[in-house]
């Protein structure tokens, strides 16, 4: 995974059943298939049959129009959206812990304070922040930390809803969920 | 009703109909086995678990229902994970239930454990593990319905130890009691797409139909005759698809790609249509994509959307079902004026075989006046064009009296000497593409062989579940000396079983193919390819697996072979027919190299080094 480039990735909605294997079966895809994924997040959906996987592709790997294809191929995905960056709210979280001894302490919790972010754990030379936000804003807050010395640092990958004055228009999406009446047995 | 998930298992796949298992036991698979003394579905107990894979395909290929094959844990399921690509790659649909190690035991790296459902999840259409013997009636009837509708697959059901020995409440689910929310297969045309596939029909001026295996599949063959006839556009069959449009018909044109005919791949090329029909634009038909049929317009219907679009920008996409989407352009057809079949101007009564391209006018079908139909720009130059082609590159070889035997000549004698619906099943390399190109294929589901993946070794078993599944059939295999020593032992399972399928050895002593490109772009530096033709000694080798064993080392045997051959009913033969070594497969198209760069003979190109 590397950074998304300005107008090389597009993000991909999958809601998938929630069974076991079957993000594997989603990376598989990826890899076997030869699409690039910039990142990938996956959460339960409020509905416990179902979790949601918000995956940010690399559309010069592979046109979007195939990867979705062979996404939606798969029988444990239910449900597949793409939404353009442009019109997604997307955000990401960051926890990091950065290097911050007595002097420079006041300094980061400035800037913490100018993006917004929270400070969550303190230690004697060291700070760990919490910061959500468009991914944009959490690349500019990585970088100014970078300078303080940045030891750990861990980004969640963005997950992404449509703008809602767009939704109409742009957002590709496959029947509704509520139409699927099977319950097994 | 109680009973374990083994009896619950072999419950359902009598409640899906299956006659037939082929399949290997073992540790792991041994609760299945018990409940099948006691079912009315015949198991055949193959030697090798690949073979039970290839004969659950070979099944599949002529009956056009899916194939079922069982085998154990570990070992047991790896060896039938060559059958599950070739059969993913061919979209064969094929069920394969394996053993698994108790669920307590997973992940343990127990005995025989191997974690199959991941090793296949990749070529498989989809796989389950079975967790709750309860579900056993609900996976099988998804597994079956996944496997055998939309676009064909293999599937894969792993059944560990303990759920097969647990009890359950029998049950078996309707359709809507399956539990597959995400999966729709598409079934009809969008009749908007198809419509303007319509008008692109009736403007084009050199259109080719080019037919793939979805036509088979979707026992489409009595409809694309239909649209074939009623448009006089001309039908090329690729290696999947032979035998989906009659041979003997005037508007066939045979098989395309590397090792097709001159004039498949070049009214491919030259054409301003390609209607694609259930074919894929798969690498060994387009060569050189960026050169491939330049000027064509593209049709392109699949029953799989990831389909289109894929290789070839398609002007056209219709996801859908062949047979469905044809019997819908046909509608539209008529919606535009032209209408049902005449299948010539002149009215003669001349049947298909009689007639031939140039000689009768197969481009107008009734055209309604004033209708975009009747300004229909005339077929006939393409027609002439395309006969022209036909009579000045016809697949060719030479036979001399008393001159080493060619592996050609073996096939025509062969096709000449069995009855017209003979089942032909093929090995990979020099003999399979003999076998499609001098074959005459007119009837669907009588060519089984491995297109996609390329199995070395897939005909002895594939033809052995061929027979299987259409007994009244004479079953010859056209195979290699290389691909029989692959699988050759599941002669020993026709044998026990009394399956009558007869296997054509072309043995040229070679790995041919790989020769032959050794040969043409290798300068001659043979590098691994030599088999000899005496070890092993086939005859004997048959012999002992309770077949017939014959050897044939000059034409005028051939024939006297064959009418001995199609007169053994009660047992296989096998026929070592000595054949040319350096006898190579033409037409050419160099791989990676543009279709227009065909090579039609030994005396041209680099193949006349």
Redesign the interface.
Known sequence: MTAPMPGRHHIVFALVENKAGVLARVAGLFSRRGFNIYSLAVAPTDDERFSRITIVVDVESAPLEQIVRQLDKLVNVVEIAELAPEDATERELLLTTVRATPTERGQVIQLVGVFEGTIVDVGLDAMTIMLAGPPSKIDDFEALMKPFGIMQLQRTGRVALPKLVRRATRLRALPEIEQYEGGGV | MRMTGAQALIKSLEMKDVEVIFGLPGGAILPVYDPILDSSIRHILVRHEQGAGHMAEGYAHVTGRPGVAMVTSGPGATNIVTPLADAAMDSIPIVVITGQVPTGAIGTDAFQECPI??VT??IT??NW?ITDA??IP?VIAEAFK?ATTGRPGPVLVDLPKDISNAQMEW?W?DD?????????PATTGDPQAVLEAARLVLAARRPVIYAGGGILKARASEELKELAERTGIPVVTTLMARGSFPDSHPLALGMPGMHGNYTAVTAMQRSDLLLALGSRFDDRVTGKVGAFAPDAKVVHVDV???E???VRRADVQIAGDARNVIVELLEALSSLGLGSSARRAGGSSTTAAESSLGRCDWSRAEAAPDSQAASRPDLKPWHAQIREWQEKFPLSYNQEEGGALKPQFVVETLRDMTPDDTIVAAGVGQHQMWASQFWKFDYPNTWVNSGGAGTMGFAVPAAIGAKVGRPEKMVWAIDGDGCFQMTAQELVTASAERIPVKIAILNNAYLGMVRQWQELFYEERYSEVYLSPDLPDYVKWAEAMGAVGMRVDSAEEVAPAIEKANGIDDRPVVIDFRTDAFEKVYPMVPAGASNDDIIVGPTEGEGGR
């Open positions: 459902t991941g999840m990749d259409k989809h593990l309860q579900d609900r996944v049950y689910p809507s009691e399956l539990d597959l929310p995400g999966y729709h799989d959307p990831a289109l679009g894929k």
